[in-house]
T-cell receptor, first 115, second 112 residues
């Protein structure tokens, strides 16, 4: 596709349930990022994939959060045993990550509401 | 530890005037800086960037200034238009990784 695609666009889940969020990056982009934005807050880094390198998981807030990426394509962010504080917009971005240029292109996000 | 800071949560400007959005950072290893614009219910969109080897980059109505000694960058929009009303995020990365660290954002309101 022409841009970064995320699904679902909205997700309402009950506290304690697991959720899986999907991101389809721009074709050919080697780098993929997950961020989240809580209400009234900035963009909080979660995890970063770069090619075949080990992902940078330093932003994952707890071991309930995990993410995978298949090669240089789709990524899924999984939140286990969701809590109300997990409610946020989860944003995925991808970039070419070539030397000197790191413009990341974002999807529209998945709005997660934990009730 | 907030490495990228936007200390003004909001800014209101009259149409036609200049908007100046500020960003401070603490990590001297940052070598590339970006500004993003975000409308409600949309993902952020890339606006303009600057490498640490430059002190200014201009693209139409948008100019980014970098002051490395002060660890400060700013985005100037002139003339401001009502369609510029959005949240603006600055972001930075180090040369060692392409991980982007974002600030908390500034809500710009351009009054007609």
């Amino acid at each position: 596709g022409a841009g970064v695609s995320q699904s679902p666009s909205n997700k309402v889940t009950e506290k304690g349930k697991d959720v899986e969020l999907r991101c389809d990056p721009i074709s050919g982009h080697t780098a993929l990022y997950w961020y989240r934005q809580r209400l009234g807050q900035g963009l909080e880094f979660l995890i970063y994939f770069q090619g075949n390198s080990a992902p940078d998981k330093s932003g994952l807030p707890s071991d309930r959060f995990s993410a995978e990426r298949t090669g240089e394509s789709v990524s899924t962010l999984t939140i286990q045993r969701t809590q109300q504080e997990d409610s946020a917009v989860y944003l995925c971005a991808s970039s070419l990550a070539v030397l000197g240029r790191t413009e990341a292109f974002f999807g529209q996000g998945t709005r997660l509401t934990v009730v | 530890d907030q490495q990228v800071k936007q200390n003004s949560p909001s800014l209101s400007v009259q149409e036609g005037r200049i908007s100046i959005l500020n960003c401070d950072y603490t990590n001297s290893m940052f070598d590339y800086f970006l500004w993003y614009k975000k409308y409600p219910a949309e993902g952020p969109t890339f606006l303009i960037s600057i490498s640490s080897i430059k002190d200014k980059n201009e693209d139409g109505r948008f100019t980014v200034f970098l002051n490395k000694s002060a660890k400060h960058l700013s985005l100037h929009i002139v003339p401001s238009q009502p369609g510029d009303s959005a949240v603006y995020f600055c972001a930075a990365r180090t040369g060692a990784t392409n991980k982007l660290i974002f600030g908390t954002g500034t809500l710009l309101a351009v009054q007609p």
